[in-house]
């Protein structure tokens, strides 16, 4: 007898589907990571990026407040809940910061250089033509005709 209530069910498929790259980080190691490379790449760009020092500035100052938090969280176990509370507020005010300061960024740069990606921001890029190597765009074949099979009717003798 077999266990399977319905034999007509397919099994799933064993290779997983691919899923879809995390364009910001997550976890909190991540975000103070991705924060102190944002700052460093801007420190080292200062001479263009001169204008937007004060968002910097500013990421920097979250980054230290993040930081203070997450020391204090780890020492205190009894008022952890209301330390986490306070990391959470601080991390999402650096993360709308860093949103500004790669805004202000994208503003000064432009959105096709190539060196955006040292700050994290993927550059705008132009799709390349497609075309034959010939160079000659050649039209799409014609729908080919069906073939009608034809019977053949034999006569009675």
Do not use: C, Y
Request: hydrophobic share 30%; glycine share 4%.
């Amino acid at each position: 007898m077999s266990t399977n209530p319905n034999p007509n069910s397919t099994t799933p498929n064993p290779t997983p589907q691919p899923t879809k790259k995390k364009t910001r980080p997550n976890a909190f190691a991540d975000t103070l990571r991705d924060w102190e490379s944002l700052i460093s790449a801007v420190a080292d760009q200062a001479a263009v990026l001169a204008p937007i020092d004060s968002h910097r500035a500013a990421l920097a100052d979250s980054l230290e407040k993040a930081r203070q938090a997450k020391t204090l969280q780890e020492s205190r176990v009894a008022s952890k809940q209301g330390t986490t509370q306070s990391l959470k507020a601080i991390v999402t005010e650096g993360k709308d910061r860093a949103r500004r300061l790669r805004g202000a960024i994208l503003a000064e740069l432009g959105t096709t250089t190539e060196q955006l990606k040292q700050f994290g921001i993927p550059p705008l890029r132009r799709r390349p033509p497609r075309h034959n190597p010939d160079g000659v765009s050649t039209p799409p074949p014609a729908p080919q005709p069906e073939v009608q099979a034809t019977k053949a009717v034999r006569g009675t003798e």
